[in-house]
């Protein structure tokens, strides 16, 4: 197998095998099946509506090169390399930069065709993203893996990567019967979207500054536009969801707080909570009792929940209603260019 120098003028002749750029003219479509691929049953809906954004694109992709070489501003998103094998694409790695100044780089999609795992070509192409991470003088390079991706993990852990936190994903398969509201306590009370502040400002302090190095918490997520506000609205009219908003609350704060999405069409009950650090271990269970409570009229869908890896009690409030962990996507980084 001829492998071709990882020099920057020989990464930009053409090979039969090996290395090379990812070329936006002809490299999107295969990138996609082999994400589709290599990553079946692992993709959440985001990465599901990724992966047909880029399948669309694909039919698009002469424009997009065109507009690639005028202008350089899809050169971020797309840029990256594949591996090359029997004349096809088998391997990939996407890489990014992840703030506007460069000092964070994003890699992504390290995807192996099935047939062609065990030969080191993750490998090599993560020490290509690296490398390119470093040419352009980025000081960190981080990306996400799934708990249960061993092999991935130990490679990264190999290259230099470290954990900086993680995301769990709960569900439980069906709403319990007979499951009764908690005695009232006096500060849990509703709030609406116009108390975005205080639930945006609750979780800012609920993830800490390591959890939130790559990826800081959004104030977007948390202040729901008008056509967000009108959507809710509607479907609540028309009997198909209706949002719950619940809070501790002291007399400048939120404490704690949870959103709930029940559902009466086909689909699956959405529960989201966040808790200050120091309430952990003191309101989890009696906001889970509440939420199921409230399900109690709603169809005994399943109920899903997401709570960071570091928030022990809450997983195990949740665990005690009969939620069961699926996933945990965990967060790694690593310094560039240190040995």
Not at 17 to 22: D, E, L
Not at 61 to 71: E, Q, V
Not at 108 to 124: D, P, T
Request: aromatic share 10%.
């Amino acid at each position: 197998m001829a492998l071709i120098d990882t020099a920057p003028r020989q990464l930009r002749e053409p090979i039969q095998s090996g290395i090379r750029p990812f070329d936006i003219g002809r490299d999107l479509r295969p990138v996609a099946e082999l994400i589709a691929d290599a990553f079946t049953n692992e993709l959440d809906p985001r990465g599901l509506a990724a992966l047909r954004e880029m399948r669309i694109m694909s039919h698009l992709s002469g424009l997009l090169k065109l507009l690639s070489r005028s202008t350089g501003e899809l050169e971020d998103v797309f840029s990256g390399f594949v591996w090359v094998e029997d004349g096809k694409i088998v391997g990939n790695v996407t890489v990014q930069r992840a703030d506007k100044y460069g000092n964070r780089w994003q890699i992504a999609n390290v995807a192996v065709a099935r047939a062609y795992r065990g030969r080191g070509i993750a490998r090599r192409l993560m020490n290509q993203a690296l490398s390119h991470v470093e040419s352009a003088d980025g000081r960190w390079a981080v990306l996400q893996v799934y708990d249960h991706n061993s092999v991935a993990r130990r490679l990264y852990s190999h290259l230099g990567f470290e954990e900086v936190g993680g995301m769990v994903d709960l569900r439980l398969a069906r709403v319990p019967n007979n499951v009764e509201f908690p005695a009232r306590v006096t500060n849990f009370h509703p709030f609406t979207t116009q108390h975005w502040q205080p639930l945006y400002e609750l979780a800012t302090n609920q993830l800490n500054a390591q959890t939130q190095w790559w990826r800081a918490i959004r104030r977007s997520d948390f202040q729901s536009s008008f056509e967000q506000q009108a959507s809710a609205w509607l479907w609540h009219m028309l009997g198909r969801q209706q949002i719950y908003r619940r809070a501790f609350q002291s007399i400048r704060r939120f404490e704690a707080a949870l959103v709930l999405t029940a559902e009466r069409w086909r689909g699956t009950h959405d529960l989201q909570m966040w808790v200050r650090p120091e309430q952990y271990g003191m309101v989890e269970h009696y906001m889970v009792q509440w939420a199921l409570a409230t399900l109690q009229e709603y169809p005994r869908w399943p109920v899903k929940v997401t709570l960071s890896s570091e928030h022990h009690a809450g997983i195990r409030a949740v665990e005690k209603f009969g939620f069961q962990e699926q996933q945990t996507l965990v967060t790694m980084r690593c310094r560039v260019g240190e040995p």
